[in-house]
């Protein structure tokens, strides 16, 4: 099947950015999203104390990083990094109004991001890594990742999983499903499913934890991890 194109996601999410902007429902439609925001933050917090410089990739309308502010870190450079521009432009407005810190700002695809090298101190990625299509991307986008963290530097995930046995796969994606009918309706979750079918391609835990760790990074553990959701990351020595 023929995924969506790059522009196909943009202008999804260009409509979609009130669903985004609320810090005490997260993104409702994964699974464990507040838990996720919450555990995220408090770890980059606790294993990056002193961090200075903070990446959010595909940073949406910010939450990820608002909710890292708010533990009380000491991030005076913020890049953000997001396809839709209504998006960043949101992400800014709510940064700057609740933390006075104006956000470098980056409208691109992550793969076409210019990550350099020794720059950050912690990197985010909210429910983003999905949309990477080929074992050489996954592997480029996780290297330029490591290159682009200080040593010490932390690097935190959340995002859609898949499974490798496939009765295990349709047993997480009942369960899913369920949550989602729950949530709304079955006519949401159907809305759900068919946009994840031609938008993502998203990968194993244990093959993303295996990745993580034959890259470098150290101190690899799992937050947390709920149906087809998980919350994971590790340290650049």
Not at 47 to 61: I, K, R, V
Not at 164 to 183: F, H, I, P, S, V
Request: hydrophobic share 40%.
């Amino acid at each position: 099947m023929n995924k969506s194109s790059v522009e196909d996601i943009r202008e999804r999410f260009d409509s979609d950015v009130e669903r985004f902007s609320n810090l005490e429902t997260g993104q409702s439609a994964t699974v464990d999203a507040v838990l996720s925001l919450e555990i995220i933050a408090q770890a980059a917090t606790a294993c990056t104390p002193d961090a200075n410089s903070l990446l959010d990739l595909g940073c949406g309308a910010g939450n990820f990083t608002l909710r890292l502010l708010q533990q009380g870190a000491k991030i005076e450079e913020i890049t953000l990094v997001d396809l839709s521009l209504p998006m960043l432009e949101r992400a800014g407005e709510r940064i700057s109004a609740a933390h006075e810190i104006v956000p470098v700002t980056f409208q691109t695809d992550l793969r076409s991001f210019d990550f350099g090298e020794n720059r950050y101190d912690i990197v985010l990625a909210g429910a983003v890594l999905h949309h990477l299509r080929n074992d050489d991307q996954w592997q480029e986008t996780f290297e330029k990742i490591y290159r682009s963290l200080r040593p010490g530097g932390s690097f935190w995930i959340f995002d859609l999983l898949r499974y490798n046995n496939l009765n295990t796969q349709r047993m997480m994606w009942n369960r899913y499903g369920q949550y989602l009918t729950n949530l709304r309706d079955k006519a949401y979750r159907d809305q759900v499913f068919a946009y994840i079918e031609i938008e993502d391609t998203p990968r194993p835990l244990f093959e993303q934890l295996q990745l993580l760790e034959s890259i470098g990074f150290a101190d690899v553990d799992v937050l947390h991890c709920n149906t087809c959701f998980a919350a994971f990351g590790g340290v650049r020595k």
